[in-house]
């Protein structure tokens, strides 16, 4: 947070996070980017995911989009403005402003000397925060600022957070402290490489195993179990994917299309909680068959994707402002990587079956 509210006074002072994925940029950027200091320190401020399918216009529309506050007439013409027009209005919003620009998930060097141009000098003290997996992305922004690099969680502070998300506080405090359940956690756990998030997908997936008997099933699956669809996801990733595959294996069947049709959505989109319900529902995922009569589809909908969120396998971008109501979700790239393998199985499948009915039917 200091290496922000530093008032350097240049052109383009950027902030880095760089790290695997999985292991919290986004998180922590978002922390500190709604930290009430930040937000009285610059005088505008705009987050935008990048993604590794970066398309410029989108991302400055975007950034520009939360810089005016436009109204709906206003952000017609906004959107009808041609590339030149586009990047001078940005940077004309921005050239008297103390700014924060988040640029989350930025992937090549590339995409940030594209949009870099819209991005001005602004008043001292302006910054740009990037996320980023390539420690190269960052140097090429910024050689002056060295990057922040997260590292992974150590074995302790790894069995830490999974006993946290595993032992909800309603269980007894003796089965906390089981032995043999930390045997069995601290082997999984260690298996995570200190990601977080794995080790809250995991934490997620033991919470709903009541019995010692469960967490060796889980155990014994996590390392011993023949896991489809594996070979199909990042190596990097192995043991991080072992548990995303157990996590979807462990779903009720009627959450699993629902799951899968994520993978539609563009890396890094910010998913609408009532479109996604009524695509769901118009994809027949949801019915009165799906749970109790009394439940309207637009309930169940929602039911099932508390679910999704509860397993951490859907993370939520925006609350009401009660702080309890879903308005809007994304999926980490990970677990959409996950979703597109196991969709893909799955058309496969359907186009062979569809192929053999079709043979039987001409024999």
Known sequence: MTMLMTEEDRPHAVVSIVGMGGIGKTTLARKVYNHVEVRHHFDCLAWVYISQQCKPREVVLS???????????ERELIQKLDENELWKSLFDALKEKRYLVVLDDIWRSEDWDILKPALPRGRKGSKILFTTRNRNVALH????NTPVELS???????????????????KTDSHIRSEEFEKLGREMVKKCGGLPLAIIVLGSLLARKQSLDDWETVHRNFFHGHLKGLQQLDHQYGAVNRILVLSYNDMPYHLKP???????????????????????????FISPLSGSEEFLMEDLGEKFLEELIDRSLV??????????NVKTCRVHDLFRDLGTCARRKQERRS???LFNNHRLNWM
């Open 63 to 73: 950034v520009l989009m939360e810089v005016l506050s436009p109204s709906k007439d």
């Open 141 to 144: 922004a910024d050689p002056c």
């Open 152 to 170: 992974p969680l150590t074995d302790d502070e790894s069995w830490i957070l999974l006993s946290r998300r595993a032992f909800p506080l309603n």
């Open 258 to 284: 629902c799951f899968l049709y994520l993978a539609h959505y563009p890396e890094d989109w910010e998913i609408s909680k009532k479109e996604l319900i009524r695509l769901w529902i118009a994809e027949g």
């Open 315 to 324: 993370q939520v971008s925006w609350r009401g402002y009660t702080g309890t």
């Open 351 to 353: 186009s062979w079956k």
